[in-house]
């Protein structure tokens, strides 16, 4: 969050995210079976939720800014996502590329592709650095959104338009998602490449947040009756997330099938709404989740960036030594001792990579929204 104030709330749920994500990630690339039971087999919804997260985020600084008098700088909001996200990428990226049997042990994908972050086009599942997907995707709304939003907004003087748009698109990614399915549904690596990896099929996950920054910014009487109902928006929110998961767990896949249709095309879609109304509870002072306070949760949220790109690298590295001193990565003290220290590799990278750029960007280009 680029505001000092922050909320238990948004801080909950990212902090949610990155456990999820690391649960499910010690599942596929360290242990081979599922240590933490169901959360390691649906702990792949944490991006989903940073998804959302972040749509909201990004897109009430956009919209913040072009309601207020000071106007929507772009070169200053890229400038100001480039130092919040980029220089932690990069130390990550040079550590695959001069380790690369230490941190992937896989095939890395052209250094272009990380540069350009179109990394998740025809991305192989496995590869080295694969998790970078999700940035790739963030990075490419980064740039998308405040175009979108300046063509509407500022230049139609029209929000109506934006709600189209933003209506418009997320149909449009439930239909490529159904196309996709009709070509390699039945196949399980070729969906992970060109559904589950694809900008195209996952886009849209963003745009439920952005659609609740557009609510707050330019709907200010139905963004606060909303808040009031943060209860309500919390019990829909777990109930249609609970919803999303039971298609995924149990409507998703079947062998010698492969996936089916309806979890493919809308699954993701109600996951993603599900996640928003999450967010939004998150955000009404009459929330159970707004007032729910987890201790330690605001600081895993803060190095939640590091962790993410850090965790999968360093969980590799260890595997050798882990077996050299027979720790099994399936015991209590194998488990413990790699998210510790997966916890401590993302606490220098925050501190010693993320710290000093965030304190540059707010020095030279401070937010003004």
């Not at 913040?64 to 106007?71: D, I, V």
């Not at 300046?150 to 709600?163: E, F, N």
């Not at 488990?335 to 707010?362: G, H, K, N, Q």
Request: net charge positive; with cysteine.
């Amino acid at each position: 969050m680029d505001s000092k104030v922050r909320l238990n709330g948004l801080d909950t749920l990212r902090s949610c995210a990155i456990l999820l994500v690391l649960m499910y990630h010690y599942m596929v690339f360290v242990s081979h079976e599922p240590s933490f039971g169901f959360l390691s087999e649906i702990g792949w919804v944490g991006v989903d939720l940073f998804f959302v997260l972040s749509g909201y985020l990004i897109g009430n600084q956009i919209f913040a800014g072009l309601k207020s008098e000071q106007g929507f700088s772009l070169k200053t909001f890229y400038i100001r996502r480039a130092l919040r996200t980029l220089p932690n990428f990069y130390v990550v990226l040079a550590i695959y590329f001069l380790f690369p049997v230490e941190a992937g042990g896989n095939a890395v994908t052209p250094l272009w592709k990380f540069l350009t972050f179109t990394q998740n086009f025809d991305l192989k599942p496995g590869s080295a650095f694969s998790h970078a997907w999700s940035l790739s995707i963030e990075e490419q709304f980064y740039v998308a959104l405040p175009l979108i939003a300046i063509a509407t907004i500022a230049t139609l003087k029209s929000v109506r338009a934006m709600w189209v748009v933003l209506l418009l698109a997320m149909a449009a990614a439930a239909g490529m998602r159904y196309w996709m399915w009709q070509q390699v549904g039945d196949d399980y690596i070729q969906y992970y490449v060109h559904i589950y990896y694809s900008t195209w099929c996952r886009f849209d996950e963003l745009l439920p947040g952005v659609a609740l920054a557009l609510l707050k910014n330019f709907h200010s009487p139905i963004w606060t009756r909303s808040l009031k109902y943060g209860h309500h928006s919390f019990i829909a929110g777990v109930v249609t997330t609970a919803l999303a998961m039971v298609l995924f767990t149990n409507f998703s896949f079947v062998e010698g099938q492969g996936f089916l249709w309806f979890t493919t095309t809308f699954g993701y879609s109600i996951l993603a709404c599900g996640f928003a109304l999450l967010t939004l509870a998150g955000l009404s002072p009459n929330s159970y989740l707004y007032r729910l306070r987890i201790p330690g949760a605001s600081v895993l949220a803060l190095w939640s960036y590091a962790l993410y790109l850090v965790h999968k690298p360093l969980m590799n590295a260890l595997l050798r030594p882990f077996q050299a001193w027979d720790i099994s990565v399936k015991s209590a003290l194998g488990i413990a001792a790699m998210f510790a220290l997966s916890l401590l590799a993302a606490y220098v990278l925050y501190r010693l990579v993320e710290t000093p750029f965030m304190r540059l960007r707010d020095r030279y280009f401070p937010y003004k929204g």
